[in-house]
């Protein structure tokens, strides 16, 4: 079959590698649409950042975001068949550590993630592990989404898991550091929780105007206003009820606790780079003003099943979303459509 394999940092090459071998348990499918992460684009870029992550071998094919059809299943597979389409909630747990018992399988200290520690869907074939298939990864599309759509609902449960650690509440005014895919995809899940004014803040005017199209009632460039005084004046200076930080950015995140109400709820959405991830923040802001700071990072299973439902519920069009499509073989126009962010979401379509 024909895969990007990532050989090292900034060395990722297309070529021909062989087809997955289907052990029992597990399932392989044909993949249909894999879209294009910040996580890829990072690991492209430096490398992995966990000591755990890569899983073994020297060389790996990204892609978490993904959804296909079920090409073969292995002996003892039930309740899928061939022709079956599918996507996976990446995060594999263990299965029985404290964290995966309680539901939180993405935070497990001996996770495996498709397109990170296992080879993923920059592909023509991708394997779905038994261990996946046996703790309910694997999920059949609802057939009222298409294949482009359901790749897209992992970021979409990533998104869903900050809005529920912030407890987006009717009547919220919420604001949102970061225009790119993931800022789009809180717009949608905000406006969705009932959220009185959803705000955007981006530094690059470029997208900013291509976000308008999710209909934020304010779009704010903060290195032509003052970001501040902004958003006061668009809460009747209040501040904003929920903050999310959804960009790499130390003084994004310093920020946020000035921009946040009393009893606000902020959330750092997007993770730094290592060598800017030690940032000092003011704590008298979160002790005086009774903020709550959360993070999330991935979603669980159950979230994944969660934004699966949305989407096939209709509340939510994430169409829009994606802005770009490219062969597998045009993977590099691909990676660097979201490094140049000359796109919101690309989809490779093998």
Known sequence: MIA?????????????????????????????????????????????????????????????????????????????????????????????????????????????????????????????????????????????????????????????????????????????????????????????????????????????KAIEVFGPDAAINPTREALPETIMAETQGRGADVVIVACPSPDAQREALELAAVCGRINFFGGLPRDIENVPLNTNLIHYKQLTVTGTTGSSTHQFRNTLAILASGKVNIRPVITSRVALRDIAKAFSEARDMSSLKTVILP
């Open 4 to 208: 990007a394999v990532l050989h090292g940092p900034g060395d990722m090459r297309v070529e021909t590698v062989d087809t997955p071998a289907i052990g029992p348990g597990d399932i392989l499918v044909r993949v249909k649409a894999a879209a294009v992460c910040g996580t890829d684009l990072r690991i492209f870029k430096s490398g992995f950042n966990r000591p755990d992550a890569r899983g073994p071998g020297p060389k790996r094919i990204l892609g978490h975001e993904v959804a296909g059809e079920v090409e073969a299943v292995g002996d003892g597979v039930t309740g899928f068949r061939p022709g079956d389409r599918v996507t996976i909630a990446p995060n594999i747990g263990c299965g029985t550590c404290n964290e995966c018992v309680q539901g939180y399988n993405h935070l497990c200290r001996d996770y495996r993630a498709i397109g990170i520690a296992l080879d993923g869907g920059f592909a023509e074939y991708v394997l779905f592990p038994a261990k996946a298939v046996a703790q309910g990864n694997v999920c059949k599309i609802p057939e009222n989404l298409s294949y482009e759509e359901a790749a897209i609902n992992e970021p979409l449960s990533c998104c869903y898991n900050g809005m529920m650690a912030c407890r987006v509440s009717p009547g919220d005014a919420v604001l949102i550091i970061g225009a790119g895919p993931i800022g789009a995809l809180h717009i949608m899940l905000a406006r969705l929780t009932g959220a009185r004014k959803i705000m955007v803040s981006d530094i690059v005017d470029e997208r900013l």
